[in-house]
């Protein structure tokens, strides 16, 4: 019997603060939801349309960097709504979780890029986390530049 290949979800996750919206399928596909629900993160969005299409990755990975995590990874979620809707938002992990996905395997930590080191360095933390056989779902909306 053959393996069946993963379902990789790679992406990135910057430190700037992000606003919770609604993403919109503006493709008219009927293989697309119609909207993502609210989310700050358009990784989220991303894998609710990818489970509406029966594609579920099996295996995530956002990369995150020290100051991305601190201020979009472990944020708790609101205890009330927000006044200013860039104020509160739950952090990614804590939207990873609800969709089933675990935060510590889903979330490898990557250097700045600050110098020719810390760019092999996240070279490798991206072909790690690919294995042969893969099927790669890349999402370069936030793109670690």
Same mark, same amino acid.
């Given at each position: 019997?053959?393996?069946?290949? @993963? ?6 996750? %910057? ?6 919206? *609604? +993403?919109?399928?503006?493709? %008219? ?16 969005? =991303? ?6 299409? !029966?594609?579920?990755?099996?295996? *995530? =990975? ?12 472990? @944020?708790?979620?609101?205890? =009330? ?18 969709? %089933? ?11 700045? %890029?600050?110098? *020719? ?10 072909? !790690?986390? *690919? ?5 790669? +779902?890349? !999402? ?6």
């Amino acid at each position: 019997m053959q393996k069946q290949p @993963r379902r990789l979800f790679l992406s990135c996750l %910057g430190a700037s603060p992000y606003t919770p919206t *609604v +993403y919109l399928a503006l493709g %008219g596909r009927e293989d697309e939801p119609p909207e993502s629900g609210r989310t700050a993160f358009i990784q989220i969005a =991303r894998l609710r349309a990818l489970e509406f299409r !029966d594609e579920r990755p099996t295996v *995530v =990975r956002v990369l995150t960097t020290n100051e991305a995590r601190k201020r979009n990874v472990d @944020r708790l979620p609101p205890e =009330r709504p927000p006044l200013r809707p860039t104020a509160d938002y739950p952090g990614l992990g804590i939207e990873l979780a609800a969709l %089933g996905f675990g935060a510590a395997e889903s979330l490898p930590k990557i250097e700045e %890029g600050a110098n *020719v080191g810390e760019l092999w360095q996240i070279f490798q933390t991206v072909m !790690d986390a *690919v294995e042969d056989g893969d099927e790669v +779902y890349l !999402d370069l909306t936030h793109g670690f530049r």
